[in-house]
Each structure stands twice: as C-alpha cells, then as structure tokens.
Nanobody, 123 residues
Framework: VQLQASGGGSVQPGQSLRLSCVAS????????TGWFRQAPGKEREMVAA????????WYPDSVKGRFTISRDDAATTVYLQMSSLKPEDTAVYYC?????????????????WGQGTLVTVSS
C-alpha cells in the first residue's frame, strides 16, 4: 500500500487549498482514511477523518467548519478541502489509511502513511 499526498503550497490567510491523497493497493475502499498535520516543534495532530463509505467524518474544533474531507473510491483518492486558512494551519500534512472502517482520531489506528505535503499560510 502506498499513499501519495499532494496539493500543498504557500497561500495567504483566508485563502483555500485542496490536498489530494492517492492510494494504491488493496482495501482502500474498505477502510477509513485520515489527514494529520505536524507543525515545527509541535506534535502531530489529526485534522480530519472519513469512514469507509464516506458517511461519517470527524474534525477537531480547530478546523471544524473550515476543512472538509471527502473520498472518491473509484479514483482511490481522498481530498482535504481547506478554506479560510490561518497562519496556525501551517504544517506538513499527511494522509494515512485507517485499520478500521469507521473514523478514528487516534494515530495508532492508521497503518500506512503518505510522505507529507507542506502547507504554508503567511501574509
């Protein structure tokens, strides 16, 4: 299983970005997927999760209402639409495949990770 994240870049506060995570290998559509981020000097945190069938999603309060996760199983791709970006959203963003079909906010329930894509929000 391989995950390839892309779509990062440098934007100004208030702008938007869409990250993509393309997965290869089996079981993608059977399992949940999550997006995490890690800022310099900070611990990794989850920013979005989506269940196997896309019906259930989860977001922490820090991004709720601004970030939207979605999935296209036919394309084995998960997206993270980020709007109203803030400087504190600056981080390397990682996608990961869950080990369960339901959403999980715990990193230990994700087994395969993408390489990360850098998002910088600065004026």
């Amino acid at each position: 299983v391989q995950l390839q994240a892309s779509g990062g870049g440098s934007v100004q506060p208030g702008q938007s970005l869409r990250l993509s995570c393309v997965a290869s290998g089996r079981s993608f559509s059977d399992l949940s997927t999550g997006w995490f981020r890690q800022a310099p000097g900070k611990e990794r945190e989850m920013v979005a999760a989506i269940s196997r069938n896309g019906v259930t999603t989860w977001y922490p309060d820090s991004v709720k209402g601004r970030f939207t996760i979605s999935r296209d199983d036919a394309a084995t791709t998960v997206y993270l639409q980020m709007s109203s970006l803030k400087p504190e959203d600056t981080a390397v963003y990682y996608c990961a495949r869950g080990t369960r079909p339901y959403t999980s906010r715990f990193s230990y329930e994700y087994d395969y990770w993408g390489q990360g894509t850098l998002v910088t929000v600065s004026s």
